[in-house]
Every structure is written in structure tokens, then in C-alpha cells.
């Protein structure tokens, strides 16, 4: 498994599983697929509401802890100082885990400043090996990394073939701070990527699929995806897409690598380079302090 590696050491694979939208009662069993296939880097979230089936299956697995990358994610509900730092406590009985691996910031509202100072303290403390933001837009995400002492490690956003998240890379880069993408195959109103003529040509001359190409493409450029499905068979497809094969399906020992072409003509297909969901919609906004806040 490629690896990158985050501002303060620590390496994180580029390819996780991410379980948005798995039941809860469906997340022990998926999870434990996707660790019997391979994935390390699992990816959940406390407003998921599945935290506890993906530690079961991480506690089941026979997999040493250190060589699972764990992710989850304060919701807006937890913001502020006191209560984030009772719901990383929450989070890490429910995960069945002394420690987190990666700790995000769900959304960019509320007392997102109280919540860094416990994620800051959970840190310090070895509760949590590395922080990080969700859903920070460029100037949301610059506001915020300019008056905090420890910076933002990683930034999740929604990002793929079509949303390519180009303008916040500079700011970014500025902190060292690394992106992850949620949605790396489409969803949350984006469609086209696994039918993508564009992706299924590139595809063809290694025998990969559009699914594979867009994974590839976002892993090559340093960016961490962690694609969901709860079938074990998509799951290995979507895992594969570091390694040639030959016909019958055998380890060539040769690398998967897109070539400059490929990565340009991928370029050209970007939609919408912030994403879909406007984060600063006053009434998506509205919609969450009212809701969560």
C-alpha cells in the first residue's frame, strides 16, 4: 500500500474504506470485509452512527491495531471544548480503541475553536495521533489554520474526476495540510464517473476500470480516497489499483501509474472544482446549528 506522509511524521495510507451511509447494523460486516481484502485506513465518523460496528470488526479482525489507520470525525452536536473532549472519549470506547489515528472536524460551524483546543489536548495526550478539518473551504480553512497552534493536518473534501478541488491546493500547501478525498467515485449529486467514456478509454490500455482509473488518479496526485460500497467484490475492485495484471488476473510486478497524458485528459473532465454542496449556503448553514447545534 502507498503511503503518504502527514506534517508531523506520521504515514497514512492512500486508499482507505470509508463507511457514510453503512447502516449501522451493516457496518461490523462490511468493515470486516473490507479488512479481509486489504483496506488498513477505515474512515467513519461520530454523526455516522456506526462507530461502534467498525471497532467491533477492527477488535474481531486478528489485525494488530498499529497496523490499522483509524478515522473518525467530532460532529457539529460535540462542538465546542468541554463536550468535544467527552465525545473523543465517547468515540474511542465505542471504536474499542486506546487510540485514534486521525481526528477531524465534521463541519466548519459552531465552536470549531473550543473543539481544535480539546482535539489539541486528546493529541498531546496520545489519544489521537493526528488532527484534522472536514468540509473547510479555502477561506473558511485559511481563517482557521492562521489562529490555531497546531495546524491542520489533513482537510476532507469532497473531491474526484469531476471535482477537483485545484484552487485550494496553494492553502493547502501553505500548512503542509494534506487532502482526503469522501465521494472519490461521485455521489452527493455528481454522476458519470464509473461510465466516463473519458476514464474507460484510459482504462483499457492497462486493464483497469473507469472506477480504477478515478481512484488512481486521485492517489497518484498525493490525495487520500476512501471509496465506499458494502459489496466484498467492488470493494477488492476499487482496492486494486496499484498493481498490473495480466488476463487472467495475475500480479504482473509492475506498478499501475497513469502517465502524464492520461493525468492531463483527467484534468480536462473537471465540473466543479469546490463541489456540489455549497458549505456556505446560510441555509445549509441554518440547517445545522438548528438541527445539531
Same mark, same amino acid.
Given at each position: 500500500?502507498?503511503?503518504?506522509?502527514?506534517?508531523?511524521?506520521?504515514?497514512? *495510507? #492512500?486508499? @482507505?474504506?470509508?463507511?457514510?451511509?453503512?447502516?449501522?447494523?451493516?457496518?461490523?460486516?462490511?468493515?470486516?470485509?473490507?479488512?479481509?481484502?486489504?483496506?488498513?485506513?477505515?474512515?467513519?465518523?461520530?454523526?455516522?452512527?456506526?462507530? !461502534?460496528?467498525?471497532?467491533?470488526?477492527?477488535?474481531?479482525?486478528?489485525?494488530?491495531?498499529?497496523?490499522?489507520?483509524?478515522?473518525?470525525?467530532?460532529?457539529?452536536?460535540?462542538?465546542?471544548?468541554?463536550?468535544?473532549?467527552?465525545?473523543? &472519549?465517547?468515540?474511542?470506547?465505542?471504536?474499542?480503541? &486506546?487510540?485514534?489515528?486521525?481526528?477531524?472536524? %465534521?463541519?466548519?460551524?459552531?465552536?470549531?475553536?473550543?473543539?481544535?483546543?480539546?482535539? !489539541?489536548?486528546?493529541?498531546?495526550?496520545?489519544?489521537?495521533? =493526528?488532527?484534522?478539518?472536514?468540509?473547510?473551504?479555502?477561506?473558511?480553512?485559511?481563517?482557521?489554520?492562521?489562529?490555531?497552534?497546531?495546524?491542520?493536518?489533513?482537510?476532507?473534501?469532497?473531491?474526484?474526476?469531476?471535482?477537483?478541488?485545484?484552487?485550494?491546493?496553494?492553502?493547502?500547501?501553505?500548512? &503542509?495540510?494534506?487532502?482526503?478525498?469522501?465521494? *472519490?467515485? @461521485?455521489?452527493?449529486?455528481?454522476?458519470?464517473?464509473?461510465?466516463?467514456?473519458?476514464?474507460?478509454?484510459?482504462?483499457?490500455?492497462?486493464?483497469?476500470?473507469?472506477?480504477?482509473? =478515478?481512484?488512481?488518479? #486521485?492517489?497518484?496526485?498525493?490525495?487520500?480516497?476512501?471509496?465506499?460500497?458494502? %459489496?466484498?467484490?467492488?470493494?477488492?475492485?476499487?482496492?486494486?489499483?496499484?498493481?498490473?495484471?495480466?488476463?487472467?488476473?495475475?500480479?504482473? @510486478?509492475?506498478?499501475?501509474?497513469?502517465?502524464?497524458?492520461?493525468?492531463?485528459?483527467?484534468? =480536462?473532465?473537471?465540473? %466543479?472544482?469546490? @463541489?456540489?454542496?455549497?458549505?456556505? &449556503?446560510?441555509?445549509?448553514?441554518?440547517? #445545522?446549528?438548528?438541527?445539531?447545534?
Amino acid at each position: 500500500m502507498e503511503t503518504i506522509k502527514l506534517s508531523n511524521g506520521l504515514e497514512m *495510507p #492512500l486508499l @482507505g474504506y470509508g463507511v457514510f451511509q453503512v447502516p449501522p447494523q451493516e457496518a461490523e460486516r462490511c468493515v470486516s470485509d473490507a479488512l479481509s481484502v486489504g483496506y488498513r485506513l477505515i474512515d467513519t465518523a461520530q454523526a455516522y452512527y456506526n462507530e !461502534e460496528g467498525v471497532g467491533a470488526a477492527i477488535a474481531k479482525s486478528g489485525i494488530k491495531r498499529e497496523d490499522i489507520f483509524l478515522v473518525t470525525k467530532v460532529w457539529v452536536s460535540n462542538n465546542g471544548e468541554e463536550r468535544a473532549a467527552k465525545s473523543i &472519549d465517547e468515540s474511542l470506547k465505542k471504536l474499542q480503541t &486506546d487510540y485514534i489515528d486521525l481526528l477531524l472536524i %465534521h463541519q466548519a460551524y459552531g465552536d470549531v475553536f473550543g473543539t481544535w483546543r480539546a482535539m !489539541e489536548r486528546a493529541y498531546r495526550d496520545g489519544k489521537v495521533r =493526528a488532527i484534522g478539518v472536514s468540509n473547510f473551504q479555502a477561506a473558511r480553512f485559511f481563517d482557521f489554520a492562521h489562529y490555531v497552534d497546531v495546524k491542520p493536518m489533513v482537510n476532507q473534501l469532497q473531491c474526484n474526476a469531476l471535482i477537483q478541488q485545484n484552487a485550494i491546493e496553494p492553502i493547502l500547501d501553505e500548512t &503542509d495540510t494534506r487532502m482526503m478525498a469522501w465521494g *472519490p467515485l @461521485g455521489g452527493q449529486g455528481v454522476d458519470g464517473i464509473v461510465k466516463s467514456p473519458v476514464l474507460a478509454n484510459i482504462g483499457s490500455k492497462y486493464g483497469k476500470s473507469a472506477a480504477q482509473v =478515478a481512484l488512481r488518479w #486521485l492517489t497518484q496526485r498525493g490525495i487520500v480516497a476512501i471509496p465506499k460500497s458494502s %459489496h466484498k467484490e467492488r470493494m477488492a475492485q476499487n482496492f486494486d489499483i496499484f498493481e498490473m495484471r495480466d488476463p487472467e488476473g495475475a500480479n504482473c @510486478g509492475k506498478a499501475f501509474r497513469l502517465t502524464s497524458e492520461d493525468m492531463a485528459q483527467i484534468a =480536462a473532465l473537471n465540473q %466543479h472544482d469546490t @463541489g456540489t454542496i455549497n458549505f456556505a &449556503d446560510p441555509q445549509f448553514v441554518k440547517y #445545522l446549528i438548528q438541527t445539531y447545534g
